[in-house]
C-alpha cells in the first residue's frame, strides 16, 4: 500500500511518525501554486490545501519535499485538507529579496544539494562560497556541479581554484555536449534518496533534469545574448527519476540571501587559522596575535576570500563573533521557539532527572 510513497523517499521513521495521526494520510508536497499545493500520496497525486487553523497556528508552512499529513489521498471529493507538518531533516533556505527576515524555503528533506555553476560569466567564487555555506547548513551535503564546460579553457585551473575554497566538497563537471557527462551525477542517487539542484538562472539546471531522466521533462531556454541566464523553471518541483533517485528543481536566483550559515565547514582555512590566534574570541580585526591577519600578510589567505567570509559574517548577523559564539547563535536560534537555550538546557535536565528515576 505504501510502495508509491517508499518511491518518494518516504522511509520507516516516516510511517512511524504518520502512525501518530490516525485518521489521515501520510503525502509529500511535489509542488506549489501559491496556496496550493500538489501532493504526493499512496493513490498517486492530488491537490490539496492548508487548514484554516493550521495557517494561523504553524510557524511553518509547507515547501516542496516536505512531508506532510493530509486527509484524504485524492482530488475526487475536492482538495485535499493538510492538518500537520511532518519534521524536517533538512531544508536549504533563503532571506527573501526586499524582505529582511522573512525566510523562504527552498527544498526541505533533501539528502543531497547539487550546487550549479555554469563555467560563463556566471562562475564566481564569492557566489559559490555562499551557495556553500547555506548548504552546509540545511542538514544536506553539498557536490559542486560545473555545467557548460565546453566553455572553459582549462578545467584542471577551475577545480584546483575551487578545490582550494570547498575542501573535502566533491565535483561534479557537465556539459549538454557530452551526454554521458551527466551520468555521474547519478551516483549520488539512490533509490530514496532525494537531491535539490540549486543555482543561478541559465546554468542548465533544467537540461541536467533531462538528461538525468533521459527524457524532456522540464521545458529549458537558450542563454541570451548578454550571457545571462533566461527563467525556465517558474515553481520548484519534485520528481522521481527511472533510477528511482528523487530531484528537486528550483527556479534560478540571482541573489541568495543569507539568515543561518555553517562557516566552520565552508571556510574551514580560516576556522582553522583563527585556533591559532592569540585570543579565543578573536574577530581578525586588530587583535594582537592573529593568525588570520598574519596569513593574509604571507600570502597563504586570499584577501577576496577573507572579504566574502566577513560579508556572510554580517549578514548572517555574526558580525563581530567567533566561532564558538556564532555556534551558541545557530543554537539559541534553534531553540527560539521554546524559549531559547536557558529554557531547553532546563527541560533536558528535567527530562534526565525524570528518566534517572524511572
Given at each position: 500500500m505504501n510502495n508509491n510513497m517508499k518511491c518518494y523517499g518516504a522511509d520507516e521513521r516516516r510511517f512511524s511518525e504518520a502512525s501518530l495521526y490516525p485518521g489521515l494520510c501520510l503525502a509529500r508536497v511535489i509542488s506549489q501554486y501559491r496556496d496550493l499545493y500538489k501532493l504526493i500520496t499512496e493513490d498517486g497525486e492530488c491537490f490539496a490545501q492548508i487548514s484554516g487553523r493550521f495557517r494561523h497556528e504553524a510557524?511553518?508552512?509547507?515547501?516542496?519535499?516536505?512531508?506532510?499529513?493530509?486527509?484524504?489521498?485524492?482530488?475526487?471529493?475536492?482538495?485535499?485538507?493538510?492538518?500537520?507538518?511532518?519534521?524536517?531533516?533538512?531544508?536549504?533556505?533563503?532571506?527573501?529579496?526586499?524582505?529582511?527576515?522573512?525566510?523562504?524555503?527552498?527544498?526541505?528533506?533533501i539528502d543531497i544539494v547539487f550546487l550549479c555553476m555554469s563555467l560563463n560569466s556566471d562562475y564566481n567564487l564569492s557566489r559559490l562560497e555562499r551557495y556553500l555555506s547555506v548548504?552546509?547548513?540545511?542538514?544536506?551535503?553539498?557536490?559542486?556541479?560545473?555545467?557548460?564546460?565546453?566553455?572553459?579553457?582549462?578545467?584542471?585551473a577551475v577545480r584546483t581554484e575551487i578545490e582550494s575554497i570547498a575542501p573535502g566538497t566533491e565535483i561534479v563537471i557537465t556539459s549538454s555536449f557530452d551526454p554521458s557527462s551527466c551520468q555521474d551525477i547519478l551516483s549520488y542517487l539512490r533509490p530514496g534518496m532525494t537531491a535539490s539542484l540549486i543555482g543561478s538562472s541559465g546554468v542548465g539546471k533544467s537540461t541536467l533534469v533531462n538528461c538525468l531522466a533521459g527524457e524532456?521533462?522540464?521545458?529549458?531556454?537558450?542563454?541570451?545574448?548578454?550571457?545571462?541566464?533566461?527563467?525556465?523553471?517558474?515553481?520548484?518541483?519534485?520528481?522521481?527519476?527511472?533510477?528511482?533517485?528523487?530531484?528537486?528543481?528550483?527556479?534560478?536566483?540571482?541573489?541568495?540571501?543569507?539568515?543561518?550559515?555553517?562557516?566552520?565547514?565552508?571556510?574551514?582555512?580560516?576556522?582553522?587559522?583563527?585556533?591559532?590566534?592569540?585570543?579565543?574570541?578573536?574577530?581578525?580585526?586588530?587583535?594582537?596575535?592573529?593568525?588570520?591577519?598574519?596569513?593574509?600578510?604571507?600570502?597563504?589567505?586570499?584577501?577576496?576570500?577573507?572579504?566574502?567570509?566577513?560579508?556572510?559574517?554580517?549578514?548572517?548577523?555574526?558580525?563581530?563573533?567567533?566561532?564558538?559564539?556564532?555556534?551558541?547563535?545557530?543554537?539559541?536560534?534553534?531553540?527560539?521557539?521554546v524559549g531559547g537555550m536557558k529554557k531547553a538546557r532546563k527541560y533536558l535536565h528535567e527530562t534526565d532527572k525524570r528518566n534517572r528515576r524511572r
Open positions: 510557524s511553518q508552512h509547507p515547501a516542496v519535499g516536505d512531508f506532510v499529513m493530509a486527509d484524504r489521498t485524492d482530488s475526487r471529493t475536492g482538495n485535499a485538507i493538510i492538518h500537520h507538518l511532518l519534521p524536517r531533516v533538512s531544508s536549504f533556505e533563503r532571506v527573501c529579496a526586499g524582505r529582511e527576515q522573512d525566510i523562504q524555503v527552498v527544498a526541505a528533506n548548504a552546509w547548513n540545511s542538514g544536506a551535503s553539498p557536490v559542486v556541479v560545473l555545467t557548460k564546460a565546453d566553455l572553459c579553457a582549462d578545467l584542471r524532456e521533462l522540464l521545458s529549458t531556454s537558450q542563454t541570451r545574448g548578454d550571457d545571462k541566464g533566461r527563467h525556465t523553471t517558474t515553481r520548484r518541483e519534485l520528481l522521481v527519476l527511472p533510477q528511482g533517485g528523487i530531484i528537486i528543481d528550483t527556479p534560478g536566483m540571482r541573489e541568495l540571501g543569507v539568515d543561518s550559515v555553517d562557516l566552520s565547514r565552508s571556510f574551514s582555512d580560516i576556522d582553522d587559522l583563527a585556533s591559532s590566534c592569540r585570543f579565543r574570541d578573536c574577530t581578525h580585526a586588530a587583535e594582537p596575535g592573529c593568525a588570520v591577519r598574519e596569513a593574509l600578510k604571507n600570502g597563504s589567505l586570499d584577501r577576496r576570500r577573507l572579504e566574502s567570509y566577513q560579508k556572510l559574517k554580517r549578514e548572517a548577523r555574526y558580525d563581530g563573533l567567533s566561532a564558538r559564539q556564532i555556534e551558541q547563535e545557530k543554537l539559541s536560534a534553534m531553540f527560539k521557539e
